[in-house]
């Protein structure tokens, strides 16, 4: 009797721990679900556009109603839509020999399943580097690291980049 319930409860830890272990997208601590899946698809398709520096691929990620607000207090550096538009193609197209990696720290999102009009932010940590020209003309390559929060919106088809582009 002493044997069988050792094994009985050795049965019911393991059922336990598989049942209590999460499933996270790969690569990731982000929980897995068809709708994280689905966002981080979005914000890798950015990166590797990012990393390509192309520019028209940016624009059609972004939402008409973009809007970014540089994390300053000041309101002098905000920006929309067509803003963003001026900002791509005013740095990114100088920019050479990107380096954009991403590490997906989390997703939020307030629907269940998509629909137009749900929202996810997801939180990412970002190093880059690139050659640009510095006053002098020289090249110069800098290397930054950042943490961040993109708000994605799905319009019924695609996520579409709210902030933090």
């Not at 973009?66 to 000041?74: A, C, H, I, K, L």
């Not at 640009?132 to 950042?146: A, E």
């Amino acid at each position: 009797m002493n044997r069988l319930s050792l094994i009985a409860f050795a049965f019911a830890v393991t059922v336990a721990g598989c049942a209590s272990k999460k499933v996270y997208i790969s690569g990731t601590k982000v929980p897995y679900s068809s709708n994280n899946e689905s966002a981080l698809k979005a914000v890798e398709e950015y990166r590797l556009a990012v990393e390509r520096a192309d520019i028209d691929s940016l624009v059609l990620m972004a939402h008409k109603q973009y809007w970014e607000d540089s994390g300053t207090p000041s309101g002098s550096d905000d920006y929309g839509y067509e803003g963003l538009k001026n900002v791509l193609a005013n740095r990114l197209s100088k920019a050479t020999d990107i380096r954009y990696t991403i590490r997906y720290m989390g997703v939020a999102q307030q629907c269940k399943s998509l629909q137009a009009g749900c929202r996810a932010t997801v939180d990412v940590l970002i190093d880059a580097s690139f050659t640009i020209p510095n006053v002098q003309g020289k090249p110069s390559r800098p290397d930054k690291r950042d943490q961040n929060q993109l708000l994605l919106e799905w319009d019924g088809k695609r996520w579409m980049f709210i902030q933090g582009m």
